[in-house]
Structure formats: C-alpha cells, structure tokens
C-alpha cells in the first residue's frame, strides 16, 4: 500500500498511548504509515477534517469528538448509529465513514477474561464511552442495565440507547448506588482518568462482580484498588482491542475482517503498551 497518514484527535491529547499502538501494528504490518496524536477541540474539528489533503486515510476520536463528529461523516457503521458516537472515521473516495471500535474493545475485553454472558450490569458514567458499555453489556446478553451518573436528568440517551437494545436500564444518582443490591455481573466505569467517585457499593457486588474500569492513566484508579472481586479489567486491555479493529478498518475498511497477522499485530500492540 501506498503512504498514508492517520492521526488520533483529541483535548487533551498528550497522553495518549494510541501512536504508540498504531505504529507498532503498523511495523507488523510493514506498512510506512505515520500516526500522530494532535490536539483538537469540538471548534476546530470541523475545519481539521476539511482541510485533510489526500494522504489522509483516517482518524481516532478521543474525548470529546466521538460525538461531535457525527454531523461531518457521509455514514456510519451499525454500531456507530445504535451508540450514537464515533471514534474512528475512514477516508476514501465516497467521502468519510464512521465506525464505533469501543464496543468492540469492551465485549472482546470481557470475553478474554471468561465472561462470555451477562445478565446485570452498573454502568458508571454517562458520556459516549458509557453508550458503547451500555451496547456491549446488550450484546453479552445483559437484561438490565443499572446506569449511575451525576445528573440522571442527563442520562435520558442511555434509557433510548437500551430500549433500541432490548435492555432495561435504571438511571441512579452516583449516591444512591449503595441501594443497587441485585446481584450485578458487571461493573463497568468509564469515568474518565480514573477520577474518583465518592459512592458506596453493595459489599457484594465489590466481592464478587467484574469490574472494567476503563481509565488507564493513572493505574490502578481507587475504585480498581479496592476492588476485592477476582477479576479486575483494566483501560489498557479495552485500548488495545479497539486499536486492533481500527487498524483493521484502515487496512480493509471493516473491523470484523481479522488481518493476515492479526495474533501478531495483537501482541505487538500489547507489548507497546506493557501488556
């Protein structure tokens, strides 16, 4: 293949660990592709993806683009749409396509540590990553969907998103999560940067639910270290399985189409980050 160029957007930016994975794959792949990581607000977004000359194959989104950019792509794929967010978009001659590679990471990430089903789940956090929690937990098989936020009037989109999955969800105050006392597969925060939640779980759920938490800077984030339950998932492992099917996009336009190395691409990523 010819060179092309990639970039993952984002504010802030510096800490991202994603042309670290990227270019590890892409020595796999022996593709001389570039990938760098470049700050971009909600305000400069649209003029960053209008002026891309065609060396441009595509782009990450990170926090808070994945949403933002949904006005600006020609379509987008069946995950994109029920998530109602994007973090990679593909150029080609058809204009840009939107694809969401978060709940790939987060049911890959899920079913790599043995849960291959769940049946209720407290998901931490309202933004576009909990959409995609919320579509992989419906996907694992999940029935309800306990969601806590700060501001439940502004969780109404997760209440849509489950019902177009066939999922009850049950919007809580971040205070009144202690009253969740259901028996819960699952955690899943996505909380950014590890930021810390002053809420209380049921003992129970701490002692014997999974929890993916998925912040990996810093690590482990308080709720990971006073996690008491046997499995603990971390943001790095969701990272690197979403970075897998976006190098599979820019490869071949579809995140399901494993790569001729695929297992060598996979640890290669896993390495770069100390996996």
Excluded: C
Excluded at 45 to 69: E, H, I, N
Excluded at 93 to 121: A, M, P, W
Excluded at 123 to 139: E, F, W
């Amino acid at each position: 293949m010819s060179i092309a160029r990639f970039a993952v957007l984002g504010s802030p930016i510096a800490h991202s660990l994603s042309p670290n994975l990227h270019r590890a794959a892409y020595r796999v792949l022996g593709l001389d592709w570039s990938y760098e990581a470049v700050e971009v607000g909600r305000e400069q977004l649209a003029d960053f993806v209008g002026s891309r000359d065609a060396s441009w194959r595509g782009l990450s989104l990170t926090m808070p683009l994945k949403v933002a950019v949904l006005p600006l792509l020609q379509d987008v794929s069946e995950l994109a749409r029920e998530t109602g967010s994007a973090n990679t978009v593909l150029f080609d001659r058809d204009g840009l396509h939107g694809f969401n590679t978060d709940v790939y990471g987060l049911e890959q990430g899920f079913i790599r540590h043995g849960r291959t089903s769940l049946r209720r789940v407290l998901l931490l956090g309202g933004g576009a990553t909990a959409a995609s929690g919320l579509v992989a937990s419906a996907r694992l098989g999940a029935q309800t969907v306990f969601v806590g936020v700060r501001s439940p009037r502004k969780a109404a989109h997760l209440v849509d998103i489950g019902r177009a999955q066939g999922v009850n969800v049950q919007v809580r105050a971040l205070d009144d999560l202690l009253q969740v006392d259901e028996a819960l597969d699952a955690v899943i925060s996505t909380l950014p940067n590890g930021a810390g939640i002053d809420v209380a779980l049921d003992p129970d759920t701490v002692r014997t639910a999974t929890l993916f938490d998925v912040a990996y800077s810093p690590w482990p984030t308080p709720l990971a270290a006073g996690w008491t339950g046997e499995t603990v998932i971390g943001g790095l492992e969701m990272l690197v399985l979403q970075a897998l099917a976006q190098v599979r996009i820019f490869v071949s336009g579809d995140p399901d189409l494993p790569l001729d190395s695929d297992d060598e691409v996979l640890a290669a990523m896993q390495a770069a980050v100390g996996l």
